[in-house]
């Protein structure tokens, strides 16, 4: 699989370096694998010094672990990216402008371009929120989209993470470990900076804070705490954007307004950035057993004295049984053609698409429509006999809860592993923000690595690794031939 | 500040204390035991009681000796107040406040958490010596970057505080466990035995120089416990930890915490250590007074978290 692939620094050639990569040709031409190695093995001392740290779940003895870092970046060009970003603002446009309608007039079923029961039988879907607005109608405040790419102009969309993506953390530090490490390579390649996210999360937020809250609204962050294997980034973002990181038993209703407890007393909360699922914000209102949320918090919401961030609810966007009506969907809200495209997608709910699959189970992806983070998925083409079969019964017994993938020749980046510099398949997370004065997003990413050779699983908690993604002001750097590292 | 922000804080400074407290408990028993007067499991023993810690090794049913008291007190994670427990705790609430502490105090923390496989088992095969000295260094290194590196804010001011009455308790407790051996009665006073004891119990607060430094004189039990509960100089004695205690709580009024139980409460505290010569400290009880000012400082802890919400 990795012979057809696109490399991001070869191209399908396997030849010369493709112009956005010369330099980066060259610095790995010029530069001692050892010295490469050192200075990775640098750079995750400093994260594991800094506990730049993930947990596991299900694995005791690494209770902690870092994401492996890779030194060699992965370098998109201008006009690469200014694709992207019309793509991406588009996408995310049409997703909220799909959340908006699906809880409020249901034009798209009316129209008759979903089916009712996908949207209305749908786990995701909250029938609290028929009811509320959030403020300023906003929903996926913050979007991480997930991108692979199979060729030079060839992008597509793979998942569309509208709930609470993580990742952002790895975004900024990966850059701030490059910047110390290679600080000539990254000024000579003029890569735009990503140091802006915070600010930009920070007046996302406070743009979309409910009216009557002033000119000083409060935001808070609220993680489910210490154990979680993301909380690094929760109090990252936190400290980057100096507002209180809280946990639900850190929260009070009164009055259906929003309050924490503090030294100096109870402070009201305007804005709240949740990194809590659904399901766990509210007892009252969702799980009652819930000790992560806050009792009362959806009657705050509903009296309009509390944003929530992204809106509950949004889940419903990024199933992945609505994935495969991406295209539909952006074409019925912006009236125009998708820029960025879906991955084929077979729908085993439907007859013809079950049959489809069933016969050619050892060549697609088959994914759980609710399943993240790589966990209840196949890969046909990596999977013995035993386990297609265990999964073919899987698909059976319910195949509503199934879609299929092609298995898709996932673009390659020369990446640091043992025995040198090799090609391992990447995907690219950008993180896409709305508030109430439109929809952003900061020039990267975060570039996800599949450390194993040949495998297609980049997602950290299967043993994935991080790169800094590099987007260029230029279509290829100006000046490729100052000397780096050891020689300089 | 968030109320748990504060209470992860005061618990941080109360958690490095004590490890480091408790590390020198086994220092003073170590030293102890070399000289010929040493009584075996009775010193072991009064190390469990200083650590305050003797009730849950009694429900273990372990005799009372060298090895069993050193795995006790240093790396047992089921004692709470075991060296391993204590460091691992502050990290984990230094983990949970991160950003409420600089980053030179978290890595101390989080570098100690790191190594701590490595020191422990080192410390189980013989070079425990090795073990507390790390602690030790690991300790000074938190509060060195802690007064190095930290605002001037409610953040210290909690940490501080958690340490205060930490420290105040810490005093406390090894002066009641030792107050026999203080007064002159048994043994003739002055004889070789109480004479180790009193440099044990010295040395294992650091304070033997300190002592002829401000006594310029042979070791006295009445001036050693004077030394342990009045003398401001000494930075672990009881009036030095109040006095560190109520300066923390006027800081953080001044910075607008919330006022209440735990104001009124430093006061009696003082108070009740401002009128005494330590003689008369002595002559109506040396034990009584401990117990009560042990009392005291927990109803003082128990007003820090009533007053800031914990």
Not at chain 2, 228 to 239: D, G, H, V
Request: proline share 5%; glycine share 8%; hydrophobic share 40%.
């Amino acid at each position: 699989m990795t012979d057809l692939a696109f490399d991001e620094m070869h191209g399908f050639t396997g030849q010369e370096p493709r112009p956005s990569y010369r330099a980066i040709a060259d610095w790995l031409h010029r530069t001692d694998h050892a010295d490469l190695a050192s200075q990775q093995q640098a750079a995750e001392t400093i994260f594991r010094k800094l506990g730049i740290t993930f947990a596991v779940y299900g694995d005791e003895d690494a209770e902690e672990r870092i994401i492996p870092f890779d030194i060699v970046p992965r370098v998109l060009a201008a006009k690469e990216w200014g694709r992207l970003e019309e793509g991406l603002i588009q996408r995310v446009t049409a997703i909220n402008a799909f959340l908006t309608d699906i809880y409020g007039k249901r034009e798209i079923l009316k129209a008759g371009i979903l089916p009712p029961e996908l949207i209305l039988a749908n786990p995701q879907f909250r029938l609290a929120m028929t009811t509320i607005r959030p403020p300023h109608d906003v929903w996926a405040h913050i979007c991480g989209i997930d991108m692979v790419r199979t060729g030079p102009d060839e992008f597509f969309v793979l998942e569309d993470n509208a709930r609470t993506p993580s990742g952002v953390s790895y975004m900024l530090e990966n850059r701030e470990a490059m910047q110390r490490l290679f600080p000539d390579l990254v000024a000579d390649h003029r890569v735009r900076s990503v140091e802006s996210y915070p600010d930009m999360l920070l007046a996302m937020m406070r743009s979309v804070a409910p009216k009557g809250s002033g000119d000083d609204p409060c935001c808070a962050i609220l993680t489910p705490g210490q154990f979680n294997s993301a909380f690094y980034e929760h109090s990252f973002l936190a400290d980057r954007i100096g507002v209180e990181l809280v946990e639900g038993n850190d929260l009070q209703v009164v009055d259906r307004k929003l309050f924490m407890r503090t030294t100096e007393g109870m402070k009201r909360i305007d804005v709240l950035y949740r990194r809590v699922d659904d399901d766990f914000l509210d007892p009252l209102m969702f799980r009652p057993d819930s000790i992560l949320g806050v009792p009362g918090l959806m009657d705050a919401y509903a009296a309009g004295n509390i944003t929530i961030v992204n809106a509950p609810g949004t889940g419903i966007a990024d199933d992945k049984a609505i994935y495969s009506y991406m295209p539909e969907i952006v074409r019925f809200y912006t009236g125009k053609d998708a820029i960025l495209p879906n991955v084929h997608t077979y729908r085993c709910r439907e007859a013809d698409d079950l049959g489809y699959v069933l016969d050619h189970l050892s060549e697609l992806v088959v994914k759980l429509v609710d399943g993240s983070g790589g966990y209840g998925m196949l890969v046909g083409p990596r999977s013995t006999k035993a386990e297609i079969e265990a999964f073919r019964a899987q698909i059976i017994a319910t195949p509503q809860r199934y879609i299929a993938q092609p298995t898709l020749a996932l673009s390659t980046c020369p990446t640091l592993v043992e025995e040198g510099i090799a090609p391992r398949h990447v995907d690219l997370r950008p993180f896409v923000l709305t508030g109430s004065k439109g929809t952003k997003i900061v020039p990267g990413g975060l570039t996800r690595v599949a450390l194993q050779q040949g495998s297609l699983v980049v997602n950290s908690s299967q043993g994935g690794g991080t790169k800094d993604t590099w987007v260029l002001a230029d279509d290829e750097p100006t000046v490729p031939t100052t000397p780096h590292g050891k020689e300089a | 500040m968030l109320s748990r922000t504060a209470s992860s804080l005061y618990w941080i400074g109360r958690h490095i204390e004590r490890a480091d407290f408790v590390a020198r408990l086994i220092e003073a028993a170590l030293q102890f035991e070399l000289l010929p007067q040493a009584r075996g499991g009775d010193d072991w023993g009064s190390a469990v009681s200083s650590s305050g810690a003797m009730d849950r090794f009694a429900t273990s049913g372990q005799v009372i000796n060298r090895t069993n008291v050193i795995a006790f007190l240093a790396f047992d994670q089921d004692n709470p107040g075991s060296i391993m427990s204590c460091m691992e705790l502050a990290r984990n609430d230094a983990r949970a406040i991160r950003t409420a502490i600089t980053r030179e105090c978290f890595e101390t923390l989080n570098e100690a958490h790191l190594a701590m496989k490595t020191h422990v088992r080192r410390g189980k095969t013989g070079d425990i010596q090795g073990f507390i000295d790390w602690i030790k260094t690991v300790t000074r290194g938190f509060e060195g970057a802690m007064h190095r590196t930290m605002l001037r804010n409610d953040s210290l001011w909690f940490l501080r505080l958690g340490s205060a009455i930490e420290r105040a308790d810490n005093t406390a407790r090894l002066l009641d466990v030792k107050y026999h051996c203080l007064l002159p009665q048994g043994e003739e006073v002055g004889g070789t035995h109480d004479q180790a004891q009193w440099t044990a119990l010295l040395r294992s607060v650091s304070a033997v120089t300190a002592y002829r430094w401000i006594y310029r004189d042979g070791l006295k039990p009445w001036l050693v416990a004077d030394l342990m509960i009045l003398r401001r100089e000494m930075p672990r004695s009881l009036a030095a930890c109040v006095d560190e205690a109520a300066a923390m709580l006027a800081c953080l009024r001044a910075d607008g915490g919330r006022t209440g139980a735990a104001d009124r409460q430093i006061r009696k505290i003082q108070t009740s250590l401002a009128k005494l010569p330590i003689d008369d400290v002595i002559k109506s009880g040396l034990h009584e007074f401990l117990q009560e000012f042990l009392a005291d400082n927990n109803q003082l802890g128990r007003a820090v978290s009533d007053q800031f919400l914990f």
